[in-house]
């Protein structure tokens, strides 16, 4: 798929609103500056980038009819991440979950404030933070479509890296956590990806 400037999917223009073409390209615009770059097979771009198109990309494959809500929500989930470093926290469980909870909340913020810039109204930025958020994913059909959308994008595009830092052990204890966020549904889109060999067989004796 080919992609303009701001980093919006051509061929999908003409089916959005003026409000939701603005937003996503403010998103984009923000997270163009992303200093950390990322080599794909075909181009350099900056890593948040590359992280918020390919949110969306998966999001219109796995939902085609989702919500203007969600598309924010998927296209903002790393908005500006790299200013918040984990190494900002301290080491450990308590510093994982305290960086998370307030990178969440940071990315949430900041969609609304891009939101309001594209003449979104409080009410719909009180939506999309919320979906940042993960709110109420066993209730929320939306906040559980926005975790698989996350998940699928994980597995598809970046377990490959976490397979080269961590043990085997590590690996299918972050493939059983991520699978059991998942849907039904998203499990069986996971299926289909064309993992590597060895991948495969992890994920296969993680989820039987």
Known sequence: ?????????????VFMTDKLQQVLRLIDQANAVDPNIETTADRQIAKELLYSQRMSDKLSEFCP?????????????????????????????????KWRSELLLFHAQRAAQLMAQANY??????????LIQKRQ???????QTLEDVVCLVFLEHYINRFAEKHAPEKLMDIIKKTWRKMSPQAQQAALTIDFRKDIFKLISAAIV
């Not at 798929?1 to 223009?13: A, C, F, I």
């Not at 994913?137 to 906040?143: C, F, T």
């Open 1 to 13: 798929m080919q992609y303009s400037l701001g980093g919006v999917p051509q061929l999908s223009l």
């Open 65 to 97: 009819e989702a919500s203007e809500h969600l598309q924010i929500a998927a296209r903002a989930q790393h908005i500006e991440r790299w200013t918040s470093p984990r190494s900002d926290y301290p080491a450990g469980r308590s510093g994982y979950k």
């Open 121 to 130: 109204s409080e009410d719909d930025q009180v939506r999309v933070q919320f």
């Open 137 to 143: 994913m066993s209730r929320d059909p939306e906040s």
